[in-house]
């Protein structure tokens, strides 16, 4: 291997971690070709630590049509961030959500619906990849928190389930 090609992939490299910070991502892998039988495979990872609470989705909530209904309205002596609630279920990733499988369907799960435990109850897409959530317990539908391609974040509350 020639120093050029060494301080080629090392700039790549670099490159890749830059786009890791700007973009607020997690990890990036990524294969380069330089001919038939020579090519690098990198993949750029970090750690990063999430509060249970985040501070966007505390100070500015947001609530669908169906969430503003009065029997969505949270009842007396329920927490009033929707992440502390119980049977919230909340984003696994980052990624734009969709309520129903495809534009013109009717929902996965509206308000009052109720669900069984590994039903899915969205879609979050993420790197062109359609990933289901499925309910974490069977219930009825108390609230959903999302509006049909919004964007999520990890730790998001979804869909809150009783």
Known sequence: MGTKKLDSDVEFIKALSEILRA???TEIEVSRDYGESDSIDVRVAREITVQAAPVAVAAAPVVTAAAAAPAAAPAAG????????????????????YLA????KPPFVSVGDKVTEGQTLLIIEAMKTMNQIPSPQAGTVKRVLVDDGSAAEFGTPLVIIE
């Open 23 to 25: 973009n607020d991502l």
């Open 78 to 97: 329920q927490p009033e961030d929707p992440a502390q609630h119980e049977g919230a279920v909340t984003s696994p990733m980052v990624g734009t959500v």
């Open 101 to 104: 499988a495809e534009p013109g």
